[in-house]
């Protein structure tokens, strides 16, 4: 079996708490065996995730770039893509994810990755959603995101509503 | 000068107020003289924006489809450009449209239309939105969308507010 | 019937000879009604095909750009289509086009986009390629160019092999 | 320091001899304790490559695929990302490899990536070129690929002419 990945997005500018949430968040993904997946940038939600995952050891932290091989990344991403995309490389992270988590919704790229997470039917999770962003994403047809609290409620529904088991390498 | 392009989002599936809308507005857009760009495929606001513009003469609609070059396309389209991406190729909508507009933010694709667009510092409007999606595109960092209610209002702002001049063919 | 679409592809540094039968099967595109598409850059042979093309009233020129909408387009090109995919965008090229000729096989993207057309089973036209270059497209596995000598021989070919007829607006 | 990536291009069909070089290789890349980066399809090259790396305890293997995720993936393959964008995947696999192996030249994918990787200029070998491959990526502009016999060469000339060094985990 492959180890499961979950894809944490969020922006590159993103509130202290937002920042806290998605450090513990991505600790606990790594706690459970699975490799977090993050556009892979060294800002933001997707440095912080990966600076959580990294505090554990055996880790695994995947960052899908939207840039080329000459651009920053996070010194916390073990396997670098780089697409050379720009923003359609969102897709790609929504693809690649089996569990899809939004740390807050602050910016627009994490809006697109909920919107393309949501209609290629990804389980998708919005992770301390403002209300505007959880009342937006509740209308769109189609859309059924779960909307949590913690970073543990988060975990607890993946392994226990999705059903994807903890992961140790053999 | 190239013909200005103005981009038509809209979901495959949609209301009668919202494809009736999306009529009007391509046949003014063409009226104007721009170029058409939507999603290509024959369904919703993307088949109704392209009948719209073919009713004018001399118009010029564009089609940025997801599949490859057997897939289904607008009767409505003059060009048709077959990426094969899925839904990365939201990104090129975007990308390819001197304005962007969503026609409705019914389904999660336009949602991702219209973040990205945001993202992207493109000309944003949103045509008769729901308010739980214009209270959201509002709350999002660095969004700043347009909303009017009718196409004609879509019209005048491209001209006068964005400065868009009409079309002839020299 | 959408409007036949002929790709033309090749380097963006091309030697005199290639750059002349360039704008020279433009011209025979456009003046079969066919409307032509190449890369869009505003050098080599994409802007030499798309000149030719435009010395004829009524043509239509189509560009796909692996940039975004503020990168240099050629002068000659109606329909500009902003990728922002770098050179994955080649396959965008290929599966747009209904036949794919290489004007010159004198550099690398133009390679790629040969062997991807190939791939994807496109009919593949070879406009005086180099020895070296014909003798490997032969070889390549599920390969099968069409290798000609003049512009007006490739316009034979797919009018009358083919059979993509003559276009007029109704 | 990220984990260096060696990816490995061949073909989805090829002959038994190229087969049992890319499975050589992937074994040696994995000894030298980089990560090896293939198309993740479990066929032909990617196949034989991820296995032989995947006899390597500790190794680390990437398959970047057209399709979505519920396409098949090579059992080999450790991190799958799922790219959606079909042939113009091609792109990302190059931009991803710190240097690229073609492991033989014989369809027209692989033909694709070695062209973009020269086009990139990536460093890149062709190992057991056919003769009419070799001569053909000698005559394109810029293009400078190295020919080797053996996987034990491409390593050596990784390790020793390129300057990158073998990995241990810390």
New interface residues.
């Given amino acids: 079996m492959?180890?499961p990945?979950i894809g944490v997005m969020g922006?590159g500018?993103a509130e202290p708490l937002t920042l806290e949430a998605a450090r513990h968040l991505g600790r606990l993904v790594a706690e459970a065996g699975w490799?977090l997946l993050t556009g892979g940038r060294p800002v933001g939600v997707m440095e912080a995730a990966c600076a959580g995952a990294k505090s554990v050891p055996g880790s695994?932290t995947?960052g899908?770039l939207p840039t080329?091989?000459d651009s920053p990344?996070s010194a916390h991403?073990?396997?670098?893509?780089?697409?050379?995309?720009?923003?359609?490389?969102?897709?790609?992270n929504i693809?690649?994810s089996?569990v899809v988590v939004a740390c807050g919704?602050?910016?627009?790229?994490t809006?697109?990755e909920v919107?393309?997470s949501?209609?290629?039917g990804r389980p998708t999770i919005l992770l301390a959603p403002?209300p505007?962003?959880a009342?937006?994403f509740?209308?769109?047809?189609?859309?059924s995101a779960h909307e949590l609290a913690t970073p543990e409620a988060v975990i607890a529904l993946i392994e226990q509503q999705l059903g994807i088991p903890r992961w140790r390498a053999v």
Avoid: C, M, Q, Y
């Fill in positions: 492959r180890r990945v922006a500018e490799a695994l995947i899908i080329g091989p990344v991403v073990d396997v670098a893509v780089f697409t050379g995309l720009g923003d359609a490389r969102n897709a790609i693809l690649s089996d919704v602050e910016g627009p790229g809006a697109s919107a393309l949501l209609k290629a403002a505007t962003a009342a937006f509740h209308t769109l047809a189609g859309g």
